[in-house]
């Protein structure tokens, strides 16, 4: 067991991230975090203030900033790299960002590994390994060939293949994991599950893309959060370990469930054009996490998930209110 008590956090900031040190403060007393985020328009501070300041520091910086991680990196155990460029719509809409953060911010927090002998847990995404048919009873494994469509996935399999690579070339000790679609709490309203809840909060109607048949498997952050945890201290390095809970749902099952939460009718909802690219299916098979590590889901219930991250963006609408009205206008220029 590696047992870390100083670890820097990459995009600590974010929705991942933040639950991730909430997560260490609430369950590794030993451990000392640092913040490590750009605050970009995914960033909030807000998402760790509260948290005991002799556990938890914030520094405000690039990942990209290499003489940055020169002064930062030495004396820590671990980096655990959540910072990312991470929504598709945009990623269409302006690649370059996740060219940068995501290929870029990588290779430098892989370097200064490195430089400084430091263990790197980097965390990417299941769309790596592209799309499945809906009829198709396969669930991605870590042996799944690589095969990305979007620029955001294509530049987080980028990402992957660099830590693949400085593990075996230059001996960096790093394990990868891939997770499903993620809910909970502090999510950017841009994404699905925030997006529909604060329209209906507003007033507005929700927005379906497509057929509304397109699947995700959904995961409850927290137990992300566990599952990187697990990785980071017993975790075989050069390894990858797929993260799913057996969430399969089409996006218009989840949109019902939020209406049906909501007292709305089902059919309360707009059909807007469909993301180019769009992939059909994404399933997870977690039978290596499961048996290596033991770990396993604490979320099972996904209604009930839903139900308490529904309450918490209704509670905290503080929270969510500034970034709304400009993340609609965004996707009102996209007609979506
Ligand atoms: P997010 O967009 O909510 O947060 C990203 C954070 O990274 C923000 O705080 C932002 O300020 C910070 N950041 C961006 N560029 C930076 C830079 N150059 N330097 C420092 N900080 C920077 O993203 P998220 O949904 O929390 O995803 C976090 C990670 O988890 C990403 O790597 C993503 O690929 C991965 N992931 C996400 C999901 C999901 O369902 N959201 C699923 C699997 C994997
Ligand atoms: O699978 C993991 C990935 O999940 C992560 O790597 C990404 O960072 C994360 O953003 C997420 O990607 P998706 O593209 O699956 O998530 P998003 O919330 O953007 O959309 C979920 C599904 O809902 C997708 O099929 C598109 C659809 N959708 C999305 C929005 C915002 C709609 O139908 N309407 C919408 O308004």
Not at 25 to 51: F, S, W
Request: glycine share 8%.
């Amino acid at each position: 067991t590696f047992n870390p008590t100083n670890i820097i956090v990459t995009g600590g900031c974010g929705f991942i991230g933040s639950n991730f040190v909430h997560y260490v403060v609430n369950n590794c007393p030993d451990v000392h975090v640092t913040v490590l985020d750009k605050l970009t328009y995914a960033g909030n501070p807000e998402n760790i203030a509260g948290l005991p300041a002799d556990r938890v520091e914030l520094v405000v910086g690039d990942v990209c900033d290499a003489g940055l991680l020169d002064g930062l990196v030495p004396g820590h155990d671990a980096i655990v790299h959540y910072a990312a460029e991470s929504h598709n719509d945009n990623s269409i809409a302006g690649p370059e960002p996740f060219l940068r953060t995501n290929v870029e911010g990588t290779f430098r927090l892989l370097e200064a590994c490195r430089k400084y002998d430091v263990r790197l847990h980097h965390v990417s995404t299941d769309e790596v390994y592209g799309d499945l048919a809906l009829d198709d009873p396969a669930r991605f494994t870590e042996e799944t060939p690589y095969h990305p469509s979007s620029p955001y996935s294509s530049t987080k399999a980028a990402s992957d293949m660099l830590v693949r690579a400085w593990v075996r070339t230059f001996g960096v000790r790093a394990t990868i994991s891939n997770c499903s679609n993620n809910y909970g709490p502090y999510q950017h309203v841009e994404k699905f599950i925030p997006r529909q809840v604060t329209n209906i909060l507003c007033g507005m109607r929700p927005r379906l893309y497509g057929d509304g048949l397109n699947v995700r498997d959904w995961i409850h952050t927290e137990d992300h959060s566990a599952a990187v945890w697990e990785i980071l201290t017993r975790g075989r390095i050069g390894e990858t370990y797929l993260v799913g809970a057996d969430g399969e749902r089409s996006n218009i099952e989840v949109l019902r469930a939020i209406l049906r939460a909501f007292g709305l009718p089902e059919d309360g909802f707009d059909w807007v054009r469909d993301r180019p690219g769009h992939d059909r299916r994404y399933a997870i098979d977690p039978t290596k996490l499961r048996r290596e590590l033991g770990w396993e889901p604490g979320h099972t219930d996904f209604d009930a998930g839903l139900a308490e991250t529904i309450a918490w963006y209704r509670d905290n609408e503080s929270w969510w209110r500034p970034a709304k009205e400009a993340t609609e206008a965004r996707y009102a220029a996209q007609g979506m």
